[in-house]
């Protein structure tokens, strides 16, 4: 099982460690930054690494690297996912996955790490577990604490921990009883250089916050669950209804959890909410080249496009740009060659362009890549794929809550090829 | 407020002052103290000397405290084994008390405290935790157990807390089953031999039930237990992929891909025509591609394992090709893993789109990738040939754009074209010399050459091309020297009037100014060759090559049958064996059977579940390149360790053979194609057996339908029921040339290792040649270990056919069988089969037999035939039941031939 976790800095300082069976020396991260040297972007470090005596398993997340190290044959998955838990709880609790978040709160993050694996096995991952034992920081609890030497740590057995419902803890009580479902889908497509899709496909989420008092069951349905072949539920979701009826029934958790993730497959067609017009070129003799590109709104189902982005990577060997763009404004930093072009919202009466010239360096060869665009865009109270919530009931409880959902269609990964 | 404050004190007294504030009366200010300690530690900073004074702090109410101190425990008791025997006391005493939480907590820590001195006080505690009445109690004690086992094995066998562990696999809370299922499976590790996990169908249904209801953690854990267990058939394996199902859907991958690997293991058994077997297959498809929109690091994992399932089951993903197109801010690691699964995914019918995306790659930014991109194409061109020639225009395509790595990579793909489809696009070739100059990596260099030397007249300056490359000879890699001498030698047997000069310089430079033997001894048999026998060397260097298979790095079918049992784990990653890198490998699942022979050591593994439905004889070689060499050697290694012991045999068995007056007429089964030679690079082999004076031979006949000659061959059995094993080499002198068949005849001696086959006369084979190794099964017939003293005393036929219980009975019948029982009885005998008396019932004949197999096992029988009636009646009767179907199965064979 899972050994030790060291947290690494972009530069390669380990600023945290923790073992959970016998110390394994930190010269062992030595491995993973040779690799890391090797790599020409953080992200590009692999993920699994083997060492004589040990396996690396490493992600790369919030700038930070989590690295664990394992001696016996590990499902790697049960650790990649289990590191990414360690980031979300440290988000979860402090706001920020962050190297100054962690060293300010190093011994609370010890204390949670002790709670999240025994001797390598998961112990308690639930957020809402969790925070029963070790109270999350808050700046009144901080100085209550100090005023009356109470601590952050629960004394008593959680409930949750043991029954089948270990993901909500007994005992919840609001004044306002609330649930809101946030249906969130983001769209990932490649489109070639004619606008042509070759490739596209919706990832969507429901996210939900609840908090209802007592131990609600709750039932979701929707207007056209056939629409998903694909779903990833939440533990709390009771498959065999879904399998049956196609409707979610669960008793959720406290707070704010991912109800559900699921993929509406290529094979259906997916509307491309824009169309990019687009190009770039460089003149075979000299060392000039133009840029011209210009969005418009395509299958948008009669909603305005906001937050429209465009952001290139321009070649190495470009020295300087020119460009004038009719709406928004550009960003382009010479370091990285990332041109960013912030536009906003899309006015289908007067399109949106950038044009103007690049420049390459003296001398340097025609760019032999192409370089991609990516689309930022956003849509309010959209769902691309047309999903749509039909209704919520709530049973086991006599109050009545309130609701509400809310739709919103994201760019994914959505690349324009040139 | 934060901790970061507890960092700030570095001044020199630290560790005193850290001193005086542990030993304050304060509660809060005694907290903080420890605060800071924990605080210096989590970075690395020793501490340790504080010991007594934060033992000190332990006896508190206070849980937050306590739990601080157990942290700092934890960590120093192992440097401080006799301060810590000071805590054990208070550890003993938490363990009873009335806080569940608080038991928990103390077995937990003193699990983590490793010194041995503490374990000892450990046990006594642990065994009433692992009883507990609180469930929160029992799972804590469960993983106790594993830690403890790591410390000190023995000891937790001693106490039986390993059968305490296995009971609680059947306890009443599901988290409480899954810890115990996790600890288990971290003992077994170290415990190949050991049952541990020995899994039964209730043990299964409590699994089962467990897995619905614990945490996604327990579910891995118990996911990963049922992929070791073998269904009894195909029900039963129908029912656990029924239940396993729903995990397909679950939020957290790791359960997904374990689950898949049940799945993919069980759906093996179940037949193919089933519904819910296409069914499965529809279901595995959307979760797998789900995984691939997950945090790269998954998806890199996710994309290795696909790669093993589209190789074992393409189907499942056929119709997925997109998902796997590769987005430019993938991570490296991520494409090239694509890249991969899209040719593995190529067919006709989505060729066109792949190479769009193909020829897109390979103008990206990231060289590593445009040279995979680049090959890939080359490889659809080779994996599918009605896109060949599109292929090649884009390869085309892409040398015109001059990019020197890209032009290099394209050369070397066009060769392996070249290869396949021979005289189709030559034409390309004057594109390929204009990019002569810019080669300078030795794999493009060697394969453009290659191009030259083999179409070197149809290049009207092949000779100015190839003097060239001379110039250089001795800086250039032995893999571009030993090119350029093949390619001149070629260059010259086709011209040779113009090239004398050239082949004369490049054979004194391999031959004379070389240290390298390789190329040096190349040199001399291209000399020697070319100065005694031109048409041979003709022959030799201009012969027609053998075709070039469409996949290329395809792993091999047995190691991945035994990867797909891995799905999920670090051996799928690494597509090795976990046994090749896991240290202190696991046997648990890994059936290797060594069957020692002489120096070579050859390992045919058994199939890992021999329930897997591949006819195939599972196998992989030891693994090692030594392997080789070893093989070669067998033929003059094996006689001296085999002949001796069954020399012996056979002067036994001759004088029984006289003693009986052997009869002619054992039945001998017709020959059948065993290894077909598409599976084994062209050489064929059929074969019979036949037991001739008492000796059983295996009679083979090897054909080469290869084009090059076949060396070098050697046999091998697996172990097998009866130790059946060669009773010396493989009599294949001479080389085998293409097109040329040999029969040879090996005789088998019965003293080989014994593991019991399913059927029981399965025999599983490896060949090896000078191409590689290949593996076969085939079935003898029993009738082959008929030994010739088989005939029983009546007497003790008549004593042993009582003696025997009626359990051990089996009828049978033989249908359409026109012998009178005499003629039946006289052929019967021809294969040892003897008639020991003959009795008259109302027109029907009982004949009463008796049979000894090589290994002692006596069959008695009991023919029924009436005359006019052509179906027989037998009833054999014998103490090991399992030979029953195989010995009628030869009173078949024999009666009908």
């Given at each position: 099982?899972?050994?030790?976790?060291?947290?690494?800095?972009?530069?390669?300082?380990?600023?945290?460690?923790?073992?959970?069976?016998?110390?394994?020396?930190?010269?062992?991260?030595?491995?993973?930054?040779?690799?890391?040297?090797?790599?020409?972007?953080?992200?590009?470090?692999?993920?699994?690494?083997?060492?004589?005596?040990?396996?690396?398993?490493?992600?790369?997340?919030?700038?930070?690297?989590?690295?664990?190290?394992?001696?016996?044959?590990?499902?790697?998955?049960?650790?990649?996912?289990?590191?990414?838990?360690?980031?979300?709880?440290?988000?979860?609790?402090?706001?920020?996955?962050?190297?100054?978040?962690?060293?300010?709160?190093?011994?609370?993050?010890?204390?949670?790490?002790?709670?999240?694996?025994?001797?390598?096995?998961?112990?308690?991952?639930?957020?809402?577990?969790?925070?029963?034992?070790?109270?999350?920081?808050?700046?009144?609890?901080?100085?209550?604490?100090?005023?009356?030497?109470?601590?952050?740590?629960?004394?008593?057995?959680?409930?949750?921990?043991?029954?089948?419902?270990?993901?909500?803890?007994?005992?919840?009580?609001?004044?306002?009883?609330?649930?809101?479902?946030?249906?969130?889908?983001?769209?990932?497509?490649?489109?070639?250089?004619?606008?042509?899709?070759?490739?596209?496909?919706?990832?969507?989420?429901?996210?939900?916050?609840?908090?209802?008092?007592?131990?609600?069951?709750?039932?979701?349905?929707?207007?056209?669950?056939?629409?998903?072949?694909?779903?990833?539920?939440?533990?709390?979701?009771?498959?065999?209804?879904?399998?049956?009826?196609?409707?979610?029934?669960?008793?959720?958790?406290?707070?704010?959890?991912?109800?559900?993730?699921?993929?509406?497959?290529?094979?259906?067609?997916?509307?491309?909410?824009?169309?990019?017009?687009?190009?770039?070129?460089?003149?075979?003799?000299?060392?000039?080249?133009?840029?011209?590109?210009?969005?418009?709104?395509?299958?948008?189902?009669?909603?305005?496009?906001?937050?429209?982005?465009?952001?290139?990577?321009?070649?190495?060997?470009?020295?300087?740009?020119?460009?004038?763009?009719?709406?928004?404004?550009?960003?382009?930093?010479?370091?990285?060659?990332?041109?960013?072009?912030?536009?906003?919202?899309?006015?289908?009466?007067?399109?949106?362009?950038?044009?103007?010239?690049?420049?390459?360096?003296?001398?340097?060869?025609?760019?032999?890549?192409?370089?991609?665009?990516?689309?930022?865009?956003?849509?309010?109270?959209?769902?691309?794929?047309?999903?749509?919530?039909?209704?919520?009931?709530?049973?086991?409880?006599?109050?009545?809550?309130?609701?509400?959902?809310?739709?919103?269609?994201?760019?994914?990964?959505?690349?324009?090829?040139? | 407020?934060?901790?970061?404050?507890?960092?700030?004190?570095?001044?020199?007294?630290?560790?005193?002052?850290?001193?005086?504030?542990?030993?304050?009366?304060?509660?809060?200010?005694?907290?903080?103290?420890?605060?800071?300690?924990?605080?210096?530690?989590?970075?690395?900073?020793?501490?340790?000397?504080?010991?007594?004074?934060?033992?000190?702090?332990?006896?508190?109410?206070?849980?937050?405290?306590?739990?601080?101190?157990?942290?700092?425990?934890?960590?120093?008791?192992?440097?401080?084994?006799?301060?810590?025997?000071?805590?054990?006391?208070?550890?003993?005493?938490?363990?009873?008390?009335?806080?569940?939480?608080?038991?928990?907590?103390?077995?937990?820590?003193?699990?983590?405290?490793?010194?041995?001195?503490?374990?000892?006080?450990?046990?006594?505690?642990?065994?009433?935790?692992?009883?507990?009445?609180?469930?929160?109690?029992?799972?804590?004690?469960?993983?106790?157990?594993?830690?403890?086992?790591?410390?000190?094995?023995?000891?937790?066998?001693?106490?039986?807390?390993?059968?305490?562990?296995?009971?609680?696999?059947?306890?009443?809370?599901?988290?409480?089953?899954?810890?115990?299922?996790?600890?288990?499976?971290?003992?077994?590790?170290?415990?190949?031999?050991?049952?541990?996990?020995?899994?039964?169908?209730?043990?299964?249904?409590?699994?089962?039930?467990?897995?619905?209801?614990?945490?996604?953690?327990?579910?891995?854990?118990?996911?990963?237990?049922?992929?070791?267990?073998?269904?009894?058939?195909?029900?039963?394996?129908?029912?656990?992929?029924?239940?396993?199902?729903?995990?397909?859907?679950?939020?957290?991958?790791?359960?997904?891909?374990?689950?898949?690997?049940?799945?993919?293991?069980?759906?093996?058994?179940?037949?193919?025509?089933?519904?819910?077997?296409?069914?499965?297959?529809?279901?595995?498809?959307?979760?797998?591609?789900?995984?691939?929109?997950?945090?790269?690091?998954?998806?890199?994992?996710?994309?290795?394992?696909?790669?093993?399932?589209?190789?074992?089951?393409?189907?499942?993903?056929?119709?997925?090709?997109?998902?796997?197109?590769?987005?430019?801010?993938?991570?490296?690691?991520?494409?090239?893993?694509?890249?991969?699964?899209?040719?593995?995914?190529?067919?006709?019918?989505?060729?066109?789109?792949?190479?769009?995306?193909?020829?897109?790659?390979?103008?990206?930014?990231?060289?590593?990738?445009?040279?995979?991109?680049?090959?890939?194409?080359?490889?659809?061109?080779?994996?599918?040939?009605?896109?060949?020639?599109?292929?090649?225009?884009?390869?085309?395509?892409?040398?015109?754009?001059?990019?020197?790595?890209?032009?290099?990579?394209?050369i070397v793909?066009i060769k392996d074209i070249f290869r396949k489809?021979p005289n189709?696009y030559e034409?390309?070739i004057a594109?390929l010399c204009?990019?002569l100059?810019?080669l300078?990596?030795p794999e493009a260099r060697a394969a453009m050459i290659w191009i030259v030397g083999e179409y070197a007249e149809r290049i009207d300056n092949a000779d100015e091309l190839l003097e060239s490359f001379l110039e250089?000879f001795?800086?250039e890699?032995t893999q571009v020297q030993l090119q350029l001498l093949t390619a001149i030698v070629k260059l010259f047997l086709k011209k040779p009037t113009e090239t004398q000069e050239l082949v004369q310089q490049v054979l004194s430079l391999a031959t004379?100014?070389s240290?390298?033997?390789d190329l040096r001894d190349r040199g001399y048999i291209y000399w020697r060759l070319l100065s005694t026998d031109p048409v041979a060397a003709k022959e030799v260097v201009l012969a027609e090559k053998p075709l070039i298979?469409?996949?290329?790095?395809?792993?091999?079918?047995?190691?991945?049958?035994?990867?797909?049992?891995?799905?999920?784990?670090?051996?799928?990653?690494?597509?090795?064996?976990?046994?090749?890198?896991?240290?202190?490998?696991?046997?648990?699942?890994?059936?290797?059977?060594?069957?020692?022979?002489?120096?070579?050591?050859?390992?045919?593994?058994?199939?890992?579940?021999?329930?897997?439905?591949?006819?195939?004889?599972?196998?992989?070689?030891?693994?090692?390149?030594?392997?080789?060499?070893?093989?070669?050697?067998?033929?003059?290694?094996?006689?001296?360790?085999?002949?001796?012991?069954?020399?012996?045999?056979?002067?036994?068995?001759?004088?029984?053979?006289?003693?009986?007056?052997?009869?002619?007429?054992?039945?001998?089964?017709?020959?059948?194609?065993?290894?077909?030679?598409?599976?084994?690079?062209?050489?064929?082999?059929?074969?019979?057996?036949?037991?001739?004076?008492?000796?059983?031979?295996?009679?083979?006949?090897?054909?080469?339908?290869?084009m090059s000659v076949?060396?070098?061959?050697?046999?091998?059995?697996?172990?097998?029921?009866?130790?059946?094993?060669?009773?010396?080499?493989?009599?294949?002198?001479?080389?085998?040339?293409?097109?040329?068949?040999?029969?040879?005849?090996?005789?088998?001696?019965?003293?080989?290792?014994?593991?019991?086959?399913?059927?029981?006369?399965?025999?599983?084979?490896?060949?090896?040649?000078?191409?590689?190794?290949?593996?076969?099964?085939?079935?003898?017939?029993?009738?082959?270990?008929?030994?010739?003293?088989?005939?029983?005393?009546?007497?003790?036929?008549?004593?042993?056919?009582?003696?025997?219980?009626?359990?051990?009975?089996?009828?049978?019948?033989?249908?359409?069988?026109?012998?009178?029982?005499?003629?039946?009885?006289?052929?019967?005998?021809?294969?040892?089969?003897?008639?020991?008396?003959?009795?008259?019932?109302?027109?029907?004949?009982?004949?009463?037999?008796?049979?000894?197999?090589?290994?002692?096992?006596?069959?008695?029988?009991?023919?029924?035939?009436?005359?006019?009636?052509?179906?027989?009646?037998?009833?054999?009767?014998?103490?090991?039941?399992?030979?029953?179907?195989?010995?009628?199965?030869?009173?078949?064979?024999?009666?009908?031939?």
């Amino acid at each position: 099982m899972i050994n030790s976790l060291f947290l690494i800095n972009p530069s390669g300082e380990m600023f945290l460690e923790k073992h959970w069976k016998s110390v394994v020396s930190r010269s062992v991260c030595d491995y993973f930054l040779e690799a890391k040297e090797k790599a020409l972007e953080p992200e590009d470090v692999p993920p699994v690494i083997h060492t004589p005596h040990h396996y690396l398993i490493s992600i790369y997340r919030d700038k930070l690297f989590f690295l664990s190290v394992i001696q016996t044959e590990v499902p790697p998955l049960f650790v990649i996912e289990f590191l990414h838990r360690v980031a979300e709880m440290i988000q979860d609790y402090f706001g920020e996955c962050s190297e100054t978040v962690v060293k300010d709160h190093m011994v609370m993050v010890y204390e949670l790490l002790e709670e999240m694996l025994d001797n390598g096995f998961p112990l308690a991952t639930e957020s809402n577990v969790l925070k029963e034992m070790i109270r999350p920081p808050t700046i009144l609890r901080s100085v209550v604490n100090t005023l009356t030497g109470t601590s952050n740590v629960g004394d008593t057995l959680l409930t949750g921990q043991l029954s089948t419902i270990p993901w909500r803890r007994a005992g919840v009580r609001y004044t306002n009883n609330e649930a809101y479902f946030d249906v969130v889908e983001e769209i990932d497509a490649i489109l070639d250089q004619s606008g042509t899709t070759v490739f596209a496909e919706i990832q969507g989420v429901v996210e939900a916050c609840v908090k209802l008092s007592g131990m609600p069951d709750l039932t979701l349905s929707f207007m056209n669950p056939r629409l998903l072949d694909d779903v990833s539920f939440h533990p709390c979701v009771r498959y065999k209804l879904w399998e049956s009826e196609r409707v979610l029934s669960f008793i959720p958790p406290d707070g704010n959890f991912t109800l559900m993730t699921y993929h509406v497959n290529a094979q259906n067609l997916v509307a491309i909410p824009v169309y990019v017009k687009q190009s770039i070129s460089f003149f075979e003799c000299g060392s000039d080249g133009r840029l011209d590109v210009t969005v418009g709104p395509k299958q948008t189902m009669g909603k305005t496009v906001e937050g429209v982005m465009v952001t290139v990577h321009l070649p190495k060997t470009i020295l300087s740009i020119n460009l004038t763009a009719t709406q928004g404004s550009y960003t382009y930093d010479n370091g990285t060659k990332l041109l960013v072009w912030d536009i906003g919202k899309l006015n289908p009466q007067k399109l949106p362009n950038l044009r103007g010239s690049l420049s390459l360096q003296a001398g340097a060869p025609k760019p032999e890549e192409n370089p991609s665009l990516n689309i930022d865009l956003k849509i309010q109270q959209l769902a691309i794929s047309g999903l749509k919530v039909n209704r919520l009931d709530m049973f086991g409880e006599k109050y009545k809550p309130f609701k509400g959902v809310k739709y919103i269609t994201k760019a994914g990964k959505f690349q324009v090829r040139t | 407020m934060t901790d970061s404050k507890y960092f700030t004190t570095t001044k020199k007294g630290e560790i005193f002052e850290l001193k005086a504030e542990l030993n304050s009366d304060k509660k809060e200010k005694k907290k903080e103290a420890v605060k800071k300690v924990i605080a210096s530690m989590t970075v690395g900073k020793d501490v340790s000397a504080l010991f007594p004074d934060v033992v000190n702090c332990m006896q508190t109410d206070n849980l937050e405290l306590k739990k601080l101190v157990y942290l700092y425990l934890m960590n120093y008791a192992k440097s401080q084994p006799d301060m810590a025997i000071m805590a054990v006391n208070t550890f003993v005493k938490d363990c009873e008390d009335p806080n569940p939480l608080i038991r928990a907590l103390a077995v937990r820590t003193m699990g983590c405290i490793r010194v041995d001195k503490i374990t000892e006080y450990l046990c006594e505690p642990l065994r009433k935790c692992l009883k507990d009445e609180d469930p929160y109690v029992r799972k804590t004690a469960a993983v106790c157990v594993a830690k403890l086992h790591d410390i000190n094995a023995q000891l937790v066998e001693d106490q039986g807390f390993l059968d305490t562990l296995k009971d609680l696999i059947s306890d009443s809370n599901p988290m409480v089953v899954a810890n115990a299922v996790a600890a288990l499976s971290e003992i077994a590790e170290s415990h190949p031999n050991s049952n541990l996990l020995d899994l039964n169908p209730q043990s299964i249904n409590k699994l089962l039930t467990a897995l619905n209801e614990c945490t996604e953690w327990g579910q891995i854990f118990i996911l990963d237990c049922l992929a070791n267990y073998t269904p009894r058939d195909d029900r039963e394996s129908q029912s656990i992929c029924e239940r396993v199902t729903p995990r397909l859907s679950h939020a957290n991958s790791a359960v997904v891909l374990s689950a898949v690997k049940v799945l993919m293991k069980f759906m093996e058994m179940l037949p193919k025509d089933l519904d819910y077997y296409g069914t499965l297959l529809k279901k595995l498809a959307p979760p797998l591609v789900t995984l691939l929109s997950a945090e790269p690091e998954l998806q890199y994992v996710a994309l290795r394992n696909i790669n093993l399932i589209v190789q074992k089951r393409p189907e499942i993903l056929k119709h997925e090709m997109k998902v796997f197109f590769v987005k430019y801010n993938d991570p490296i690691y991520v494409k090239l893993e694509k890249l991969d699964i899209m040719i593995r995914l190529a067919s006709q019918a989505n060729i066109a789109q792949v190479l769009a995306e193909l020829k897109e790659y390979a103008t990206e930014v990231d060289v590593d990738f445009v040279r995979k991109a680049v090959r890939a194409i080359g490889r659809c061109a080779i994996k599918v040939e009605q896109s060949a020639e599109r292929c090649v225009s884009t390869l085309l395509d892409l040398i015109q754009t001059k990019v020197n790595y890209v032009v290099q990579e394209a050369i070397v793909v066009i060769k392996d074209i070249f290869r396949k489809y021979p005289n189709k696009y030559e034409s390309v070739i004057a594109t390929l010399c204009e990019n002569l100059d810019s080669l300078d990596e030795p794999e493009a260099r060697a394969a453009m050459i290659w191009i030259v030397g083999e179409y070197a007249e149809r290049i009207d300056n092949a000779d100015e091309l190839l003097e060239s490359f001379l110039e250089g000879f001795h800086d250039e890699s032995t893999q571009v020297q030993l090119q350029l001498l093949t390619a001149i030698v070629k260059l010259f047997l086709k011209k040779p009037t113009e090239t004398q000069e050239l082949v004369q310089q490049v054979l004194s430079l391999a031959t004379q100014d070389s240290d390298n033997p390789d190329l040096r001894d190349r040199g001399y048999i291209y000399w020697r060759l070319l100065s005694t026998d031109p048409v041979a060397a003709k022959e030799v260097v201009l012969a027609e090559k053998p075709l070039i298979s469409e996949e290329t790095d395809l792993i091999e079918p047995t190691l991945l049958e035994e990867l797909i049992c891995h799905i999920g784990t670090l051996a799928s990653v690494y597509h090795k064996p976990p046994s090749a890198f896991v240290e202190g490998s696991r046997g648990v699942m890994h059936k290797r059977l060594p069957a020692r022979t002489g120096s070579c050591n050859i390992l045919i593994m058994s199939k890992l579940n021999s329930s897997l439905l591949s006819p195939q004889l599972g196998g992989d070689i030891g693994g090692s390149p030594a392997m080789g060499a070893g093989f070669g050697a067998a033929p003059t290694v094996m006689p001296a360790s085999l002949n001796a012991p069954v020399g012996g045999g056979l002067g036994d068995l001759f004088d029984l053979g006289g003693g009986v007056g052997m009869p002619m007429g054992a039945y001998i089964p017709p020959k059948t194609v065993w290894l077909p030679a598409m599976k084994a690079k062209g050489l064929e082999i059929s074969g019979t057996f036949a037991r001739r004076a008492g000796v059983i031979q295996m009679e083979l006949v090897l054909t080469n339908k290869a084009m090059s000659v076949m060396t070098d061959f050697a046999i091998q059995f697996n172990r097998n029921s009866f130790g059946l094993a060669p009773a010396g080499p493989l009599q294949v002198l001479t080389p085998l040339g293409p097109n040329q068949t040999i029969e040879v005849s090996l005789p088998l001696s019965t003293v080989g290792p014994v593991m019991k086959m399913d059927p029981l006369n399965n025999l599983q084979v490896a060949v090896k040649n000078n191409i590689d190794v290949f593996y076969f099964s085939c079935q003898y017939p029993i009738s082959m270990l008929f030994v010739e003293d088989g005939k029983m005393e009546r007497q003790v036929f008549l004593a042993t056919w009582k003696d025997i219980p009626n359990d051990n009975e089996s009828q049978f019948q033989i249908q359409d069988c026109h012998l009178n029982s005499e003629a039946a009885s006289n052929k019967l005998q021809g294969s040892n089969i003897f008639t020991i008396a003959k009795r008259t019932v109302e027109g029907q004949d009982m004949l009463y037999m008796s049979i000894k197999l090589s290994n002692g096992i006596w069959v008695l029988a009991e023919l029924k035939v009436q005359a006019g009636n052509p179906n027989y009646t037998i009833s054999l009767k014998c103490r090991a039941p399992e030979v029953s179907q195989c010995v009628f199965q030869c009173y078949e064979a024999v009666l009908k031939n």
